[in-house]
């Protein structure tokens, strides 16, 4: 049985090996009664998803059909586990076209606009690299020492990037036999724009799909709005968000995924420009229409630091975002600001940003 929804990405040692598979799906009715929920293990998390306003039958069918996509989109878009994007990195390292999948190529494309529009901090063909990293792998962290500075070297000066990318009639090809695509920071977030869909497919308009903390939700109002936590350092809650239209809320964060050296912490994003470890920024939280925007750009504006964060931001046409450096000082646009419902008995110190 899964446990109950775990709060900011933790999982239990013991779920975090089964990766892939759906752990369970369940129908319950516990806190409201008008309420349906499902859970599913995918993309090495927990996925919550909770409807409202649908009768029990109408739930079920489409959390059987979510169950079926979660599975297809795991398959299709793991960075090595066998399946459709390895065989696409196979092709491209090789220098053969190969056939995309519709998802791929929707993820291709995004991940191109997106490339251009964050000044290449988010670099969906940056795949080696983070595989030169070790982080390739579910278990964290990583014990290993730092790639040699040579390897690094020679992966900058190939400079992969989703714009050496051609796609034509169904199929792909890389002029670029070093760009292998990893969607690490873009796939969850299109999942959970796509489970949305596929929930009002089936007539759901009210509904919260929870990926591990990162979730988007939609129906709410104002006399019933979703309800959810903004998160701060180790584990913490900052506050909340109230959720009255279409919104996603995506947080990217250090202190979970990293390699550790000699007593160093080396974390699992990496600056494209450098081929190293991001360093400044302990998280960074990105509301947005779009799940596959806040995903990205949470992990963007890691990059970008404190120097760079708002003009990225302001590129990107995003408005409400919230960061955290590495000595806990917490920067906040003035629309976050607006809307963040401290904790109670919570009085951090906020820096608001115009
Ligand atoms: P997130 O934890 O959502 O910020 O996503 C981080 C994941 O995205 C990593 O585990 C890598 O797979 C990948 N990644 C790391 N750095 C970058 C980057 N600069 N651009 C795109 N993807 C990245
Ligand atoms: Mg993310």
Same mark, same amino acid.
């Given at each position: 049985?899964?446990?109950?929804?775990?709060?900011?990405?933790?999982?239990?040692?013991?779920?975090?090996?089964?990766?892939?598979?759906?752990?369970?799906?369940?129908?319950?009715?516990?806190?409201?009664?008008?309420?349906?929920?499902?859970?599913?293990?995918?993309?090495?998390?927990?996925?919550?998803?909770?409807?409202?306003?649908?009768?029990?039958?109408?739930?079920?069918?489409?959390?059987?059909?979510?169950?079926?996509?979660?599975?297809?989109?795991?398959?299709?878009?793991?960075?090595?586990?066998?399946?459709?994007?390895?065989?696409?990195?196979?092709?491209?390292?090789?220098?053969?076209?190969?056939?995309?999948?519709?998802?791929?190529?929707?993820?291709?494309?995004?991940?191109?606009?997106?490339?251009?529009?964050?000044?290449?901090?988010?670099?969906?063909?940056?795949?080696?690299?983070?595989?030169?990293?070790?982080?390739?792998?579910?278990?964290?962290?990583?014990?290993?020492?730092?790639?040699?500075?040579?390897?690094?070297? #020679? /992966?900058? =000066?190939? %400079?992969?990037? !989703?714009?050496?990318?051609?796609?034509? @009639?169904?199929? +792909?090809?890389? *002029?670029?036999?070093?760009?292998?695509?990893?969607?690490?920071?873009?796939?969850?977030?299109?999942?959970?724009?796509?489970?949305?869909?596929?929930?009002?497919?089936?007539?759901?308009?009210?509904?919260?799909?929870?990926?591990?903390?990162?979730?988007?939700?939609?129906?709410?109002?104002?006399?019933?709005?979703?309800?959810?936590?903004?998160?701060?350092?180790?584990?913490?809650?900052?506050?909340?968000?109230?959720?009255?239209?279409?919104?996603?809320?995506?947080?990217?964060?250090?202190?979970?995924?990293?390699?550790?050296?000699?007593?160093?912490?080396?974390?699992?994003?990496?600056?494209?420009?450098?081929?190293?470890?991001?360093?400044?920024?302990?998280?960074?939280?990105?509301?947005?229409?779009?799940? #596959? /925007?806040? =995903?990205? %750009?949470?992990? !963007?504006?890691?990059?970008?630091?404190? @120097?760079?964060? +708002?003009?990225? *931001?302001?590129?990107?046409?995003?408005?409400?975002?919230?960061?955290?450096?590495?000595?806990?000082?917490?920067?906040?646009?003035?629309?976050?600001?607006?809307?963040?419902?401290?904790?109670?008995?919570?009085?951090?110190?906020?820096?608001?940003?115009?």
């Amino acid at each position: 049985m899964p446990g109950r929804l775990l709060q900011n990405g933790h999982m239990p040692k013991l779920m975090t090996g089964i990766f892939a598979l759906l752990l369970a799906f369940q129908l319950s009715s516990c806190r409201a009664p008008e309420e349906h929920r499902a859970e599913y293990f995918v993309f090495g998390t927990l996925v919550e998803v909770i409807v409202r306003e649908s009768d029990e039958q109408d739930a079920a069918r489409a959390f059987n059909d979510l169950q079926q996509r979660f599975q297809a989109m795991h398959r299709d878009w793991h960075a090595w586990e066998p399946g459709a994007l390895t065989r696409i990195n196979r092709a491209f390292s090789q220098g053969r076209p190969a056939t995309v999948p519709a998802g791929i190529e929707t993820l291709i494309r995004r991940s191109q606009e997106l490339e251009i529009l964050t000044g290449g901090r988010f670099n969906a063909a940056l795949g080696a690299m983070i595989e030169l990293w070790g982080f390739h792998r579910s278990e964290f962290p990583v014990h290993a020492p730092v790639p040699a500075a040579q390897a690094i070297q #020679l /992966l900058l =000066d190939a %400079a992969p990037s !989703a714009a050496d990318i051609v796609i034509d @009639d169904g199929m +792909v090809y890389s *002029a670029n036999p070093a760009v292998q695509l990893d969607f690490g920071a873009i796939a969850k977030g299109y999942a959970v724009d796509l489970a949305l869909e596929i929930l009002a497919d089936h007539g759901i308009e009210n509904a919260l799909v929870n990926a591990g903390g990162d979730l988007k939700a939609s129906g709410g109002s104002p006399e019933r709005p979703w309800t959810v936590g903004i998160r701060g350092l180790a584990g913490s809650v900052i506050g909340g968000v109230e959720i009255t239209a279409t919104e996603a809320v995506f947080t990217s964060g250090v202190d979970q995924r990293f390699l550790e050296h000699n007593g160093e912490r080396y974390p699992h994003i990496l600056d494209p420009s450098t081929g190293l470890p991001v360093t400044g920024v302990a998280s960074v939280t990105v509301i947005a229409r779009e799940a #596959l /925007l806040a =995903d990205v %750009a949470a992990t !963007a504006l890691i990059v970008a630091g404190r @120097d760079s964060w +708002v003009e990225v *931001a302001r590129a990107l046409g995003l408005k409400d975002i919230l960061l955290i450096d590495d000595r806990g000082e917490i920067y906040l646009t003035a629309a976050m600001n607006e809307r963040l419902i401290l904790a109670p008995g919570s009085k951090p110190e906020l820096n608001i940003v115009n």
